[in-house]
């Protein structure tokens, strides 16, 4: 008992590995970004003059608050993904933000100052359609939100209803707008598409019905998108066909007064809907009888409607000789009445205020204004215009562009910070060293070259040597000049120019692509973005897959990244090729894909220029190959590529469906062939490079019949080696695949929990053909082993470590929808877990089986850096075995180091170098003391 | 307990090899099944078909029959002819260029009432060298895989031994007739958390805990001589080594690999 006990303290002592940071190491491995996504509604917060914060919620479901100053997160709440957190509205009055989320299912009022819930109601069921603020007698103290068939009335102090209404004929008449002009009554507009208009007009006080009018309108099919309320209560709307303006005093008339286009002097572009915008600065107000009409792309108007007559105060038509290109126009608020217009003038960005009463541009407000022809063209724009001190106006104005970059920019034409919102929505990433120093890279060039003749390359080497001389020299130079400064101000500026390896390869180039089709080069060790790339040509239903043709190894050879960009629809595909170091495209022209690619792989095999072959298979079954050199086809053997099917496995499709497909990782690997038993024989592994794990998902999803399948294949001869049904469990399936081991992670139907499952393969005791594997000659078939194990939260991402030499232990590193990035340790998921410790398994140093995975907080790789929404994690070796790089991405990138086995090739920061040294010169001078004594002493005796 | 590890791991793989195959007879091709198994109900055959040309186009021709009896435990045996002298002659000449051979077999469904039912679209196909399959003397292993629901999803053959060698075969002794082991494999039920067993053994822990109630309680009092050093070695390391012992935790930790 004991022993046993001694033992079972002794296996706890070894497998509780601390993990744990300590507070000065914040950061100093690791960093975390975060983002917010595409903005969908944004308003600046203008209650208090000295505010700087500008409120977004954004595609992501995200709403945040940003600091304009310096573009960073003041807060931010992430909700649920999906429809469920989708954000509908957003309304900002002065203190309070009210948001709409979930089609109408929640509205919520927060705190902008603190970013705190002022509260939330759950609305009625009903799909929603519009909200808006309601004023009475210059105060707003309510918001009404209209949905399908109800309208309902909140207070804005607590979110109690003050009344709830049925519409009338809803099944009928489609509502979609809402209108309040302050006077305490609400305006509800519906429509009968190509039939008429319906207005209902509740009163503020009890919901009670007013009026009820009808409007003949048989051009109209959609309100929101072609009407606008204009001035005292004027509905106004425009309509293509009839190439006319209709307006409607929502108090008096019953009739809509036609105003043709042509009567003003104006026409529609082709094929262009127009859009009508205007503005009510607050909702305790009428809007102002100016608004904005867009006939065609290029092309906005300002008018103006007063008591029945149409103005036109300023055309914003494009100036012929200038061509700019005008991309929007929006109204300011401000106690003025502006307008802002802005103009895109090949790659300049042309802004400028005018008064939207008078059309007029005012002084001092024009700015133009580089951008980058990188980021693609201007999406939205969100102003705000404030008085100086001098009551002049200025303004500063968020923009967004195609590529999901949101810039700041200040009234002098100045860019106060940008945002590359596009990094959170990350799809692949890949890890490339970073290429050697010039010196570095010199000497490695001797060595390539070819030799020729004993002089030249003795002038070579001196040469060589010269300039480690003179860049040693340099080195010095700077270290005796950063002494002389302070510490605080030697800073390691990383710019693209002085990128270069460190002494252990810890420092990478991060190659990002996000789903907006830009690319990123970010430094792995501070985060900084290095090089940023638009592909301006990604369809929106994109899959990509980034593939590293060539590595940094191969000097002179630039690195090379390809990206295969496929369009998901039609299967069309292309490819970008670039170096990953600096971003530039290669001058490499890749093949043309005319054929939908069904398949990508990439050879082992390399050209004579280093480049990993890339094969692509068409719809045709024929390939292309990339590079196709002579070279390429000679090692191929084959003259014309081209396709045989040698193996078929067909799984039926009305019971199961293949959801994932993974092989191993290629740069992957194994240090030990086996593992040493009790009783110090050997248990061989089953490693094949070739074996896929194939896993499957019922299509019957009833809680009793649903089944999980996993198949491991061998790609090669397609022989199943192993094939197992996980009954009464359904995904979504997580699978890591490596060395001789496959763990999938599901849900279990019957237990209502999350489970791990854990496979094993291992050829016995002993190896079959140990010199070479190869699928072909393999006749007997592994054992397997199995083992599950209840894990206590749902994940949202796996992968497991990876090191240079695959010395350390494996870990696997789970992302959990709790923001944690757990890293667990594979010897917890071992299928020969004892159930009855026995002596043999206890000298393995196997951990009894229980049926839990704990959670410990130890484990946690990000300590408090919660990570949003993991989608994926990617690890790559470093050049110290211990050591494994990390990154996280979802709506956050969080970048660590972890070290599975702990540093065990590396001295501690605080290793007492002194101390030992002192020690040792302290034993050396003891023990020469202590010779030179003992021969005195055995002189003495000697003469004795 | 007493059993050395070893041979318990034996074990579970036997008792995995045993619940998931179903070893029929091998034939050795000198007579066409007559078994009155055919007859019964249940059973069925279809053709087990094979492929091997110099210019590597597939070319099926009938190599035997199948017998599939389906039921709760199905099972399967096979019918095959000798080859033939030109098919000898053959396959020695694919195996001298390297070529393939090829079997197929059609999609079954096994558990279905009816003969028309059973039979679906397609084949399922695999594969070897051929020249494997010479130098083996035709000592194949075949296995068809089943799905949860019967359905044939794929076949898969390897020789005994499966290595080329390039050493030399007689055609008369050694290719005459197929030496086939087959087998029919279904999907294996995966294991789920085991928390009965783990249940009892906790309870029979606890319940030995009750039993001699003075072991337990002198527990500290007995082996305090371990503790104590144990606790304070502990101690020890953790005040001088925050990061906890480089080499030694790796060493600890390398079991796990």
């Not at chain 1, 608020?333 to 059309?359: M, P, R, V, Y």
């Not at chain 1, 292309?574 to 022209?589: A, D, E, Q, R, Y």
């Amino acid at each position: 008992m004991a022993k046993l006990i001694f033992l079972w303290l002794k296996c706890l002592v070894s497998c509780c590995i601390v993990e744990a940071v300590f507070e000065d190491q914040v950061g100093k491995f690791d960093w975390r970004q975060q983002y917010v996504g595409k903005i969908r509604f944004s308003h600046f917060d203008s209650h208090v003059q000295s505010s700087k914060k500008v409120l977004m919620a954004t595609e992501k479901n995200v709403f945040a608050a940003l600091n304009t100053r310096t573009g960073e997160l003041f807060w931010r709440h992430v909700d649920k993904t999906g429809p469920e957190g989708n954000i509908d509205a957003f309304l900002l009055h002065g203190q309070d933000a009210l948001l709409v989320v979930g089609n109408g299912r929640l509205l919520r009022s927060w705190d902008i100052s603190v970013g705190g819930l002022n509260w939330e109601v759950v609305l009625d069921s009903g799909s929603f359609q519009s909200a808006c603020l309601i004023g009475q007698q210059d105060t707003v103290k309510h918001v009404a939100v209209l949905k399908k068939t109800v309208i309902s009335v909140h207070y804005l102090s607590n979110g109690h209803q003050k009344w709830i209404e049925n519409l009338p004929e809803s099944e009928n008449i489609d509502y979609q707008a809402l209108y309040s002009g302050g006077n305490g009554e609400v305006y509800v507009l519906g429509i009968v598409p190509h039939s008429h208009i319906a207005i209902v007009v509740y009163s503020m006080e009890d919901g009670e019905i007013i009026k009820q009018t009808s409007v003949e309108a048989p051009w109209l099919s959609n309100i929101q998108t072609s009407c606008a309320v204009v001035g005292q209560g004027m509905i106004t709307c425009v309509d293509s066909l009839t190439m006319s303006l209709y307006t409607l005093d929502m108090h008096t008339q019953s009739k809509m007064t036609q105003i043709p286009l042509q009567s003003l002097g104006l026409e529609v572009t082709p094929h262009f809907h127009p859009v009508l915008v205007s503005h009510q600065p607050n909702a305790a107000h009428q809007p102002l009888s100016e608004f904005l009409l867009q006939l065609g792309p290029e092309h906005h108007l300002l008018l103006q409607l007063n008591s029945g007559q149409m103005v036109v105060l300023r055309d914003f038509k494009p100036v012929r000789h200038m061509t700019p290109v005008l991309t929007s126009c929006v109204f300011v608020s401000e106690s003025e009445h502006n307008l802002q217009i802005d103009i895109l003038l090949k790659g300049l960005l042309h802004l400028s205020l005018f008064n939207a009463e008078t059309g007029r541009r005012l002084l001092d407000t024009t700015q133009f204004l580089s951008i980058d022809p990188n980021v693609g063209k201007p999406e939205s724009i969100y102003v705000q215009a404030f008085l100086k001190k001098d009551d002049s106006v200025s303004y500063r104005v968020l923009v967004q562009t195609e590529d999901h970059t949101l810039t700041f920019i200040h009234l002098p034409g100045r860019v106060m910070w940008t945002r590359e919102e596009a990094l959170s929505e990350v799809v692949t990433m890949e890890m490339v060293e970073l290429p050697l120093t010039g010196t570095q890279a010199e000497l490695e060039g001797e060595f390539g070259k070819k030799a020729d003749g004993l002089l030249s390359m003795v002038l070579k080497r001196l040469s060589s040597q010269l300039i480690l001389l003179q860049a040693w020299v340099s080195h010095l130079w700077k270290l005796f000049y950063d002494a002389r400064k302070p510490r605080s101000q030697v800073k390691n500026e990383i710019s693209i120019e002085n990128l270069s390896r460190d002494e252990f390869n810890l420092q990478k180039m991060m190659v990002m692509v996000t789903a907006s089709g830009k690319l990123f080069g970010i430094d792995s060790k501070t985060g900084s973005i290095l090089w940023k790339q638009y592909l301006n040509n990604v369809p929106s239903n994109a899959a990509f897959k980034l593939m590293v043709q060539r590595t940094t190894a191969h000097f002179p050879h630039p690195p090379q990244c390809t990206l295969l960009i496929k369009d998901k629809d039609t299967g069309l595909a292309t490819l970008h090729v670039f170096n990953p170091i600096f971003g530039k495209k290669s001058h490499i022209t890749p093949p043309a894909l005319t054929q939908p690619i069904l398949q990508s792989l990439m050879l082992p095999l390399m050209d004579q220029d280093y480049a990993k072959v890339l094969l692509l298979i068409d719809d045709q079954y024929k390939v292309t190959a990339f590079p196709s050199s002579k070279n390429v086809l000679q090692q191929l053997q084959e003259t014309d590529l081209t396709t045989t099917q040698i193996w078929e496995v067909i799984i039926p499709t009305e019971i199961q469906k293949v959801v994932t497909v993974k092989g191993k990782r290629s740069n992957e690997h194994v240090h030990s062939q086996g593992r040493v038993m009790g009783d110090r024989s050997v248990l061989y592994k089953y490693l094949n490079p070739n074996l896929l794990a194939v896993v499957t998902e019922s299509t019957d999803v009833h809680q009793e019949r649903s089944f999980i399948g996993i198949l491991l294949i061998d790609g090669v001869t397609g022989r199943i080696i192993h094939e197992a049904v996980q009954r009464k469990a359904k995904g979504p399936v997580h699978v890591v695949h490596s060395e001789n081991w496959v763990v999938y992670e599901y849900w279990s139907t019957k237990s209502r929990r999350n489970e791990f499952s854990v496979i094993e393969l291992y050829e016995g005791m002993e190896l079959y053909n140990s010199t070479v594997f190869s699928s072909l000659d393999r006749p007997h078939a592994p054992h397997v082993l199995q083992q599950s194990y209840i894990f206590p939260s749902a994940i949202s991402a796996m992968e497991a470590t990876l090191t240079e030499k695959g010395i350390t232990s494996r870990h696997l590193l789970i992302g959990l929808p709790s923001g944690g990035i757990l890293s667990l340790p594979k010897m917890f998921l071992d299928p020969r877990r004892p159930e009855i410790v026995s002596e043999q398994s206890r000298e393995e140093n196997l951990i009894p089986y229980a049926p839990e995975l704990l959670i410990r907080t130890e484990w946690f790789i990000n300590y408090n850096q919660s990570v949003s929404r993991v989608r994926g994690i990617h690890t790559a070796p470093s050049g110290l075995e211990s050591t494994c790089l990390v990154v996280a991405y979802g709506l956050d990138i969080y970048q660590t180091r972890v070290y599975p086995s702990k540093q065990f090739d590396v001295l501690k920061d605080d290793y007492d170098y002194m101390l030992i040294s002192s020690v040792l010169f302290a034993l050396f001078f003891a023990t020469m003391i202590s010779k030179r004594l003992a021969e005195v002493k055995l002189l003495n005796r000697a003469w004795r | 307990m007493a059993l050395p590890l070893s041979s318990k791991i034996t074990i579970i793989f036997s008792i995995f090899t045993i619940l998931s195959t179903r070893f029929v007879s091998c034939n050795n091709g000198r007579r066409l099944n007559n078994d009155p198994l055919e007859a019964e109900f249940n059973s069925f055959s279809v053709p087990l078909e094979h492929s091997f040309e110099v210019d590597d186009v597939a070319n099926f021709e009938v190599r035997g029959a199948l017998v599939l009896k389906a039921g709760r435990e199905p099972s399967v045996s096979l019918a095959q002819q000798q080859l033939s002298e030109y098919d000898r002659a053959k396959l020695k000449e694919v195996a001298a260029v390297d070529g393939l051979y090829r079997i197929r077999v059609p999609r079954v469904l096994l558990q279905a009432d009816r003969q028309t039912e059973r039979l679906m679209d397609g084949h399922l196909t695999a594969f070897v060298r051929a020249c494997a399959m010479v130098e083996s003397h035709l000592s194949d292993v075949i296995t068809l895989h089943t799905d949860v629901a019967g359905h044939l999803i794929g076949v898969s053959i390897v020789t005994i031994p499966g290595a080329c060698r390039g050493s030399e075969v007689e055609d008369e002794v050694d290719l005459e007739a197929f030496n086939t082991t087959l087998s029919i494999m279904a999907p294996v039920n995966a294991p789920g958390p085991e928390t009965a067993l783990f249940l009892e053994r906790m309870e029979l822990e606890t319940e030995k805990k009750g039993k001699n109630p003075q072991e337990q309680k002198s527990f500290f009092a007995k082996y305090w001589m371990y503790i104590v050093p144990l606790v304070l070695f502990l101690m020890m390391s953790g005040a001088q080594d925050p990061s906890g012992g480089g080499a030694g935790g790796g060493a600890a930790n390398g079991g796990g690999r």
